[in-house]
């Protein structure tokens, strides 16, 4: 999702006749820039262009006004990748950008990239998502495309994609995939090897309490029916 936001980020500066982040419809500019083919907001991927010369390349181009938006927006995807002598080329410029510029930085890996590129930005850290929102979001996809899933097995899908809601909607849709469309939670369970909410908790009691015999009886009782004893 840092991309995506990246663009939302790019699509508000350039809304309307001024920035917003009320976006009730569609700007002039706004589906392009959500579909990567606006002319004004450039992305660029870190990993695969690290080097001093794809700075300077930028540097030279922010020289120049925007061609159809307000701000002209780059995007540097898993900036981190970049060498430190491409971060230091680009400092000054992030020192005293043009004011029709703002950069955007996404990374897996903040702490990989230079505290002078860091204390010159705003940091945004990107929480993972409550399991409650993802539920909501994959009954409605679900509804939309009229598969039927039961409540247990939408919750250990979000438990499964752990905050992430793009490995929560590829969960479902693989899902979809294998059941058709009617999935239940002892689906979930056998495709991924895990175990059930109250397997666990029977779990929890059990070594809360001390119950050594219990603790080995569903410890075996799990491991013989395939589950993945990692993630339990």
Do not use: W
């Not at 230091?88 to 903040?110: G, I, R, S």
């Not at 996809?141 to 929560?168: P, T, Y």
């Amino acid at each position: 999702g840092k991309t995506t936001t990246a663009r939302l980020i790019a699509r508000a500066l350039n809304y309307g006749d001024k920035p917003t982040i009320d976006m009730a419809s569609f700007g002039p500019h706004c589906e392009a820039i959500l579909e990567s083919r606006h002319i004004d907001v450039i992305e660029m991927d870190a990993a695969s262009n690290t080097g001093v010369d794809n700075m300077r390349e930028i540097i030279d181009s922010v020289r120049y006004a925007p061609v159809q938006a307000r701000y002209k927006v780059y995007i540097i995807d898993e900036v981190h990748m970049l060498s430190a002598a491409a971060f230091n080329a680009l400092l000054k410029t992030l020192e005293e950008p043009p004011a029709h510029v703002k950069f955007v930085f996404a990374t897996t890996d903040p702490q990989k990239v230079l505290p002078t590129i860091v204390s010159r930005c705003q940091r945004f850290d990107l929480r993972p998502i409550p399991p409650d929102l993802i539920v909501e979001r994959l009954r409605k996809i679900a509804k939309d495309e009229k598969i039927r899933v039961s409540d247990a097995a939408l919750a250990c899908i979000a438990r499964l994609a752990d905050g992430g809601m793009r490995d929560a909607q590829s969960i479902l849709d693989q899902m979809i995939s294998f059941c058709g469309s009617e999935i239940s939670e002892p689906d979930v369970l056998d495709v991924y090897g895990l175990v059930s909410a109250e397997k666990v908790a029977a779990l929890a009691a059990a070594v809360a309490g001390g119950d050594h015999r219990a603790i080995v009886a569903l410890v075996d009782e799990c491991d013989a029916a395939g589950r993945d004893l990692v993630r339990l």
